[in-house]
């Protein structure tokens, strides 16, 4: 046997017994359902952003412009939502039970540890924030609302975290019989809602707990605890390439374990990174030499491909064994290409793959690597701080962006990202090939 082939055996045994794990294949089997939902934000991301001044002044002009939004917003921003329920259900379903009311279940109690807002709360932060005096005798009134902050990628986390151990209270409850017995004769349907009840109210009663627990402490909710406990080790970090190695780091391993790392990252390097953007854009359009090496810009041409640099992984995708894979690949190449990749991160998923996880962290960072070579070497030149629009295809982001090295750059890394995920989508294509066939 070829040593190549050794380690791919190797790795595939791993891969296996990682994913024969209950829980991560409920987490994995939840967001591989929640498929549909990813592949519409993505294609309602592209319709609503597309960089074309021609193509949005026609949306403006005919209104679409107020409807575009909305696929994303009910899709991709919600996506914690979807996902709680599926997790829940495959855990339930894994364990020979009805997996409808602990999907349920799971989804009342991420919206009980989900905190609301206020309309007027939020009106009068506003107001103070921008310096404005209102008439004498206004006040500021609004009722509560649910916010969508935590409900879509960001809140992900949470929701794997409420839907695995929800589902297993509800498991626990079910196989020890701790419910409501219904006498013969009752319709099915009455008889499962109320085998449902005992374990609902202890269920909500947690999730009502969790709540009043955060409450108390400086974070408010479960949620931003979660990103404030990453995110502070990384503040200090500062402006350094050697910052944005790291935080780059950071930030796949927290998509891999079901954390948005790019939000993370952005919410605490942004006010770093944007002013040094904003002082290489001051010099460009003043016709100076650029002063920063680091700054947003880079941040947003490290990750054009997306979080993981997953262009080549979606072409091997569609060259795939697997037919899912192949479906799959063929669905998220236009959204990738757009630097669109959640219906791979989701639909793959990536997330809690832990036979992708190595190239998926590692193609960012060699990005970052070959980025930085470049522009020490005088190969690339500074970034002039150009910031292209969300949904602008890949290498033209780079020649808008930085000019035709940029572009160059761009391509050769599309390259690169086929080989360093080469090896490592074989086995997870002959694993997913393998089960296909045992399925048929």
Same mark, same amino acid.
């Given at each position: 046997?070829?040593?190549? *082939?050794a380690?791919?055996?190797?790795?595939?045994?791993?891969?296996?017994?990682?994913?024969?794990?209950?829980?991560?294949?409920?987490?994995?089997?939840?967001?591989?359902?929640?498929?549909? @939902?990813?592949?519409?934000? +993505?294609?309602?991301?592209?319709?609503?952003?597309?960089?074309?001044?021609?193509?949005?002044?026609?949306?403006?002009?005919?209104?679409?412009?107020?409807?575009?939004?909305?696929?994303?917003?009910?899709?991709?921003?919600?996506?914690?939502?979807?996902?709680?329920?599926?997790?829940?259900?495959?855990?339930?379903?894994?364990?020979?039970?009805d997996?409808?009311?602990?999907?349920?279940?799971?989804?009342?109690?991420?919206?009980?540890?989900?905190?609301?807002g206020?309309?007027?709360?939020?009106?009068?932060a506003?107001?103070?924030?921008?310096?404005?005096?209102?008439?004498?005798?206004?006040?500021?009134?609004?009722?509560?609302?649910?916010?969508? *902050?935590w409900?879509?990628?960001?809140?992900?986390?949470?929701?794997?975290?409420?839907?695995?151990?929800?589902?297993?209270?509800?498991?626990?409850?079910?196989?020890?019989?701790?419910?409501?017995k219904?006498?013969d004769?009752?319709?099915?349907?009455?008889?499962?809602s109320?085998?449902?009840?005992?374990?609902?109210?202890?269920?909500?009663?947690?999730?009502?707990?969790?709540?009043?627990? #955060?409450?108390?402490?400086?974070?408010g909710?479960?949620?931003? +605890?979660?990103?404030?406990?990453?995110?502070?080790?990384?503040?200090?970090?500062?402006?350094?390439?050697?910052?944005?190695?790291?935080?780059?780091?950071?930030?796949?391993?927290?998509?891999?374990?079901?954390?948005?790392?790019?939000m993370?990252?952005?919410?605490?390097?942004?006010?770093?990174?944007?002013?040094?953007? #904003?002082?290489?854009?001051?010099?460009?359009?003043?016709? *100076?030499?650029?002063?920063?090496?680091?700054?947003?810009s880079?941040?947003?041409?490290?990750?054009? #491909?997306?979080?993981?640099?997953?262009?080549?992984?979606?072409?091997?995708?569609?060259?795939?064994?697997?037919?899912?894979?192949? @479906?799959?690949?063929?669905?998220?190449?236009?959204?990738?290409?757009?630097?669109?990749?959640?219906? @791979?991160?989701?639909?793959?998923?990536?997330? #809690?793959?832990f036979?992708?996880?190595?190239?998926?962290?590692?193609?960012?960072?060699l990005?970052?690597?070959?980025?930085?070579?470049?522009? @020490?070497?005088?190969?690339?030149?500074?970034?002039?701080?150009?910031?292209?629009?969300?949904?602008?295809?890949?290498?033209?982001?780079?020649?808008?962006?930085?000019?035709?090295?940029?572009?160059?750059?761009?391509?050769?890394?599309?390259?690169?990202?086929?080989?360093?995920?080469?090896?490592?989508?074989?086995?997870?294509?002959k694993?997913?090939?393998?089960? *296909?066939?045992?399925?048929?």
């Amino acid at each position: 046997m070829k040593k190549s *082939e050794a380690i791919q055996e190797k790795l595939q045994g791993i891969a296996s017994k990682v994913q024969e794990n209950k829980y991560i294949s409920a987490i994995t089997n939840g967001l591989i359902a929640a498929l549909p @939902v990813s592949i519409v934000g +993505a294609i309602g991301g592209i319709l609503n952003a597309l960089p074309i001044q021609g193509y949005q002044d026609f949306l403006v002009a005919t209104r679409l412009k107020e409807v575009t939004p909305i696929l994303t917003m009910v899709t991709t921003n919600l996506l914690a939502l979807y996902v709680v329920f599926l997790i829940a259900m495959k855990f339930a379903e894994a364990h020979k039970t009805d997996g409808v009311p602990a999907g349920l279940l799971a989804l009342m109690s991420f919206l009980i540890i989900t905190p609301l807002g206020n309309v007027a709360e939020s009106i009068s932060a506003f107001i103070s924030s921008n310096n404005i005096t209102l008439a004498e005798g206004v006040v500021p009134t609004g009722s509560d609302f649910l916010p969508l *902050e935590w409900l879509g990628a960001a809140g992900l986390f949470s929701a794997f975290i409420v839907a695995l151990s929800t589902a297993k209270i509800y498991v626990t409850f079910k196989q020890k019989g701790w419910t409501i017995k219904m006498p013969d004769g009752v319709p099915p349907t009455v008889s499962k809602s109320f085998s449902s009840l005992v374990p609902g109210i202890v269920i909500g009663f947690c999730a009502l707990a969790l709540r009043f627990v #955060m409450l108390l402490t400086p974070f408010g909710s479960i949620h931003a +605890a979660i990103f404030k406990i990453i995110a502070a080790p990384l503040a200090n970090l500062g402006g350094s390439i050697v910052a944005m190695f790291i935080a780059i780091l950071v930030a796949h391993i927290l998509w891999i374990c079901g954390v948005h790392g790019t939000m993370v990252i952005y919410s605490v390097f942004a006010g770093i990174w944007y002013p040094l953007q #904003m002082a290489n854009l001051a010099a460009f359009n003043a016709n *100076e030499p650029i002063p920063n090496l680091v700054s947003m810009s880079l941040f947003a041409m490290v990750l054009f #491909m997306g979080a993981g640099g997953t262009v080549g992984l979606v072409v091997l995708m569609i060259r795939g064994k697997a037919d899912q894979h192949r @479906v799959l690949g063929k669905l998220a190449i236009i959204p990738n290409l757009f630097g669109i990749n959640e219906p @791979v991160l989701f639909g793959l998923p990536i997330i #809690m793959n832990f036979t992708l996880a190595i190239p998926f962290i590692i193609m960012p960072l060699l990005t970052l690597l070959i980025a930085y070579i470049g522009l @020490v070497t005088g190969i690339l030149p500074y970034l002039t701080g150009v910031s292209t629009p969300l949904g602008t295809p890949i290498i033209i982001s780079g020649l808008l962006g930085g000019g035709w090295k940029w572009a160059v750059f761009q391509l050769l890394m599309m390259i690169l990202s086929y080989f360093v995920y080469l090896l490592f989508f074989k086995i997870a294509d002959k694993m997913a090939y393998e089960k *296909e066939l045992s399925a048929k």
